[in-house]
């Protein structure tokens, strides 16, 4: 699949210098290994796009490995020299095209970036390169008795600058936030290739605009990041515990959700699997699932003692006040993993199915269930199979539209599904992304949702930072 990416804000397309693609590939085998710069057409294949299907992408001129800072600078100081364009990438994990490979790009891979610079147990922060998973950082800081908390689905091969790159939550952010609440700082390689420190290392700190907020989310189109400054929490201090009811519709499963929210209670995680989740990650991996039902919710509390034996009990009256068919609870570490594991497994096990296009919208939670069943509408109208995960205690939704493979008919449906199920996110007062990123797939939604004064804002910063259109072009906004 190959389509040109919607020309930069920055830099209209017509004012790009020509790209001499030979010159700029020998300049950066000159500048850098011969195993640093890849450019057969296998390799230039998998690294043009993310995991996001449908979203269009280019083959690139060549795939640059950085090692090092140095590395991504000078190959931005190339590209903003040639008029090349500069792509950033991590784990690939990406759901919404914003890793996809554009016209002239040069796709620039943090992936051997791999070292944890400090780990500062008495203040409560790490110190990371962009290339290091965020599973990996996880467990380094576990041994010395701390905890990073944004945990997304993809959290044993996605890095941590994709996840500041795209502000990336996870099944625990309904209680303990998204990745932009981590970040104390930054460094950056801005567009012309200077390499600058945001940020701090402090507890407190206002000295000047934000603009490590504003880096974190911004999608490699203001600067590239290559090391992360993330505060920690005490590991100690927590006792999960799971609370799984089962459910004759989505729709009684989005009720519970909104009992839960209005009592006060703030689980650690509240999480949403349909009847297709289910059966489908049964299917590939036996995990002994219940059939027969339509949706499972899956919350967990992790209070400690007798407030959070309370907190767990609470929410399985509340789940079956709304209507829940079976309730188990779990306090066994190793049990609370096993009724979890599917949702971490859900994705994967639907693209068994054939291609998946992604929704990742949020609504208000008290709009949870009207959007379940306008998703279910969705579906019934445009004649397609959607499944739904989510991320329910927050309000961000999965709705994962699925076509055969080669059915082009089920995929023009599929994408006026996605778009329906955008508006109707947006009627409700939602967002159009709730942690995936805008990328290229939810550029319609985004401009809906901002309008045109504050994407003109996003075009005078980008513009500022980055005046030659040089970074990921096209994407975010």
Not at 24 to 34: H, K, M, S, W, Y
Not at 168 to 194: F, N, S
Not at 312 to 328: I, W
């Amino acid at each position: 699949m190959s389509s040109a990416a919607p020309p930069n804000h920055a830099a209209p397309i017509d004012a790009r210098p020509v790209v001499d693609r030979g010159a700029v590939v020998a300049e950066l085998q000159r500048l850098l290994r011969a195993d640093q710069v890849v450019t057969d057409a296998a390799a230039l294949a998998e690294y043009a796009h993310d995991d996001a299907e449908w979203a269009p992408f280019e083959l690139p001129l060549a795939v640059v490995l950085a090692e090092h800072e140095g590395d991504v600078a000078a190959v931005v100081r190339l590209a903003a020299a040639s008029g090349a364009r500069v792509v950033p990438r991590g784990g690939g994990t990406g759901l919404s095209g914003g890793a996809n490979a554009v016209a002239d790009g040069i796709v620039l891979s943090l992936e051997r970036m791999t070292r944890i610079v400090e780990i500062d147990a008495a203040e409560r922060f790490a110190v990371a390169e962009a290339g290091v998973i965020n599973d990996t950082l996880r467990q380094a800081v576990a041994e010395q008795g701390l905890w990073y908390p944004p945990d997304p689905a993809s959290y044993r091969i996605s890095t941590i600058g994709g996840n500041a790159a795209t502000n990336a939550g996870g099944i625990c952010c309904v209680k303990y936030g998204v990745t932009r609440d981590y970040v104390l700082g930054l460094r950056v390689v801005l567009a012309d290739g200077e390499i600058v420190d945001l940020g701090r290392r402090t507890a407190k700190g206002v000295t000047g605009f934000d603009l490590t907020a504003l880096m974190v989310g911004s999608e490699g189109t203001l600067g590239i990041i290559t090391q992360v400054t993330v505060k920690l929490l005490p590991l100690a201090g927590r006792e999960e515990r799971a609370v799984v009811g089962a459910f004759g519709s989505l729709i009684a499963a989005g009720e519970a959700v909104s009992a839960i929210s209005a009592s006060g209670i703030v689980p650690s995680a509240l999480e949403i699997l349909d009847r297709t989740c289910i059966e489908a990650v049964d299917a590939w991996q036996s995990l002994g699932l219940p059939h027969g039902v339509d949706t499972l919710l899956l919350a967990k509390v992790d209070e400690v003692a007798a407030l959070g034996e309370r907190h767990a009990a609470s929410v399985a009256d509340l789940m079956t006040g709304a209507g829940a068919l079976s309730v188990e609870q779990a306090a066994d570490a190793d049990e609370v993993d096993r009724l979890f594991v599917a949702r971490r497994l859900a994705y994967p096990a639907l693209e068994r199915l054939g291609p998946v296009l992604t929704e990742d919208i949020c609504v208000p939670r008290g709009a949870v269930p009207e959007m379940l069943a306008r998703i279910q509408s969705a579906a019934a109208e445009f004649d397609v199979v959607i499944a739904n995960i989510a991320h329910a205690g927050d309000g961000n939704l999965h709705p994962l539209i699925i076509a055969p493979e080669g059915d082009d008919a089920a995929k023009a449906r599929a994408k006026l599904a996605f778009d329906r199920i955008v508006d109707e996110c947006r009627a409700l007062g939602g967002t159009v992304t709730g942690e995936h990123g805008v990328g290229l797939l939810k550029l319609p939604g985004a401009r809906a949702e901002l309008g045109d004064r504050v994407i003109a804002m996003h075009a005078a910063i980008k513009q500022a930072l980055d005046p030659k259109g040089t970074l990921n072009p096209g994407k975010a906004f």
